[in-house]
């Protein structure tokens, strides 16, 4: 029996030795595939570094363009197609915001964008931002604070945002449990009740 489990152990380390390509057997049929994923995986990181060191830069650009109330310089960043969703749930085309912006119907005394993330995917890309800004959009105070989401696509004329949206981050309701009869409709069938009386 002893000799029967030494003998399968070796086969097992023999089968196991094989699967794993190159382990000192000389088997390198594996090496040109690997090579090639991970340049592969290294061009792609370095690919989503480059576009996210890009999409910040604009995204100081225009906020920048947004603070000082330049319509014409703002709207390069736009695509033709650019849409926004404001903070008061409206869709506004970029044909839209460049006539508030230029009325001074959206005006901003600052505007920042802060804690800035970027996930990229080829030719598109989706940030993530905190807005701290002044003034007014679509005739509305801008809110406090702000979370933003803007989409990029890279054309021929480098990369343009396609679609934001902004909104308005209020502080979370109270998540207290409550057994009230009012809130939890189980809790009068909870409630303990006192045994019937004995006649």
């Known amino acids: 029996m002893r000799k029967l489990n030494i003998t399968l152990f070796l086969v097992a380390a023999v089968v196991l030795a094989a699967s794993c390509g190159d382990a000192g057997t000389g088997n390198t049929s594996n090496r040109p595939a690997n090579a090639a994923n991970s340049a592969n995986n290294a061009a792609a990181s ?5 576009h996210e060191a890009e999409i910040k830069k604009i995204m100081a650009e225009l906020a920048s363009e947004l603070a000082a109330n330049d319509a014409d310089a703002a709207g390069k960043h736009y695509a033709d197609d650019y849409h926004l969703i404001t903070p008061q749930g409206l869709d ?3 044909a839209a915001r460049m006539s ?3 009325a001074g119907t959206s005006k901003f005394e600052s505007f920042a964008y802060e804690n800035i993330s970027v996930r990229s995917y080829g030719d598109s890309a989706v ?4 807005v701290k800004a ?5 005739g509305q105070p801008v809110a406090s604070n702000i ?3 803007l989409v990029f696509h890279k054309t021929k004329d480098g990369w343009k945002v396609v679609s934001g949206q902004a909104t308005p981050v209020t502080a979370a309701a109270s998540t207290a449990p409550s057994n009230t009869a009012a809130s939890n409709p189980n809790a009068a069938a909870n409630t303990t009740k006192p045994p019937p009386a004995n006649n």
Request: overall charge positive; aromatic content about 0%; hydrophobic content about 45%.
């Open 100 to 102: 508030d912006m230029k």
């Open 127 to 130: 940030a993530i931002a905190d």
């Open 46 to 50: 370095t690919a989503a570094v480059n």
């Open 92 to 94: 506004q085309t970029k």
């Open 134 to 138: 002044k003034g007014t959009a679509a």
């Open 147 to 149: 979370k933003a989401t």
